[in-house]
């Protein structure tokens, strides 16, 4: 069984910053692509920034600049460390994974950790 557990919101003032972990564990063969996707009250999941295993990213438009995503490979850990936080940023966060196992490919989230922006 393979699982996502994320950890590190909470909340915080307008400009602030925290750290989102996400660790994977299980049946393991090989973690691919990594995520984070964040869901705000009455609107759909979307992403927010994803790396690949060789550390490439792509960034939603709305976090660009202030955003940045990371992993460590023998951790089985994608990190999300976000700065200049603004009230439009609350949200559930999830983490998503690609995962290889002996079984096959699944993908995997995790349940979410709230995030909340507010004075």
């Known amino acids: 069984q393979v699982q996502l557990v994320e950890s590190g919101g909470g909340l915080v003032q307008p400009g602030g910053s925290l750290r989102l972990s996400c660790v994977a564990s299980?049946?393991?063969?090989?973690?691919?692509?990594m995520g984070w996707y964040r869901q705000a009250p009455g609107k759909e999941r979307q992403l927010v920034a994803i790396i690949a295993r060789g550390g490439s990213t792509t960034y939603a438009d709305s976090v660009k600049g202030r955003f940045t995503i990371s992993r460590d490979n023998a951790k089985s850990t994608v990190y999300l460390q976000m700065d200049s936080l603004k009230p439009e940023d609350t949200a559930v966060y999830y983490c998503?994974?690609?995962?290889?196992?002996?079984?096959?490919?699944?993908?995997?989230w995790g349940q979410g950790t709230q995030v909340t922006v507010s004075s």
């Open positions: 299980g049946s393991i063969f090989r973690i691919n692509a």
């Open positions: 998503n994974a690609d995962i290889a196992t002996a079984s096959g490919a699944v993908q995997r």
